[in-house]
C-alpha cells in the first residue's frame, strides 16, 4: 500500500463537442483509490458523500447511471473532476483543467473519514 502516493497527472483529457451529442473526453488519467478491505459499493458511496457534505466542495451528482457519479469542485483548490464508485474503487476522473492538489486533498480526507485505513493508489493512463 502507498502512503504518500503521487498524484501527478501525466495526460489530461481532450474535450470533444460533436454535433448534437453534447460533450466527450479522449484520453486522461483516472486514479483508482483501492481500500486495504473490500467494501461494497453502497458503503463506500456514503463515505464518498460524507467528504463531499463536509465540504469545501460543491458537487453534483448523476441520476440514472449504473454506478455513484459526482461532478466535483474543491472550492479552496479550484480543482474540478469527476468522482466514481465502482467495482470496490473510489476513482478519480481528470477533466482537462484539473491539478493535483484537489485530487490528494480528497485522497487524503477519505483516508481520513476511513478512520486510517490503508489505501492503494493505481493511476490509469489513456492514450488519445
Do not use: C
Not at 483509490?33 to 469545501?56: H, K, S, Y
Request: glycine letters at 8%; zero cysteines.
Amino acid at each position: 500500500m502507498t502512503t504518500d502516493p503521487s498524484f501527478s497527472i501525466p495526460a489530461h483529457p481532450q474535450r470533444r463537442f460533436p454535433h448534437g451529442s453534447g460533450v466527450e473526453y479522449e484520453g486522461g488519467t483516472e486514479f483508482r483509490l483501492v481500500p486495504e478491505q473490500e467494501r461494497a459499493t453502497p458503503e463506500l458511496a456514503e463515505t464518498v458523500v460524507d467528504i463531499l457534505e463536509a465540504g469545501p466542495y460543491r458537487y453534483g451528482d448523476f441520476h440514472d447511471l449504473p454506478m455513484p457519479l459526482w461532478l466535483v469542485r474543491d472550492e479552496e483548490t479550484t480543482d474540478v473532476f469527476r468522482v466514481a464508485v465502482r467495482d470496490g474503487t473510489v476513482r478519480l476522473h481528470v477533466l482537462p483543467t484539473t491539478e493535483s492538489d484537489g485530487l490528494q486533498r480528497f485522497f487524503e480526507r477519505l483516508r481520513a473519514a476511513s478512520e486510517g485505513e490503508s489505501w492503494a493508489v493505481q493511476r490509469h493512463v489513456d492514450g488519445r
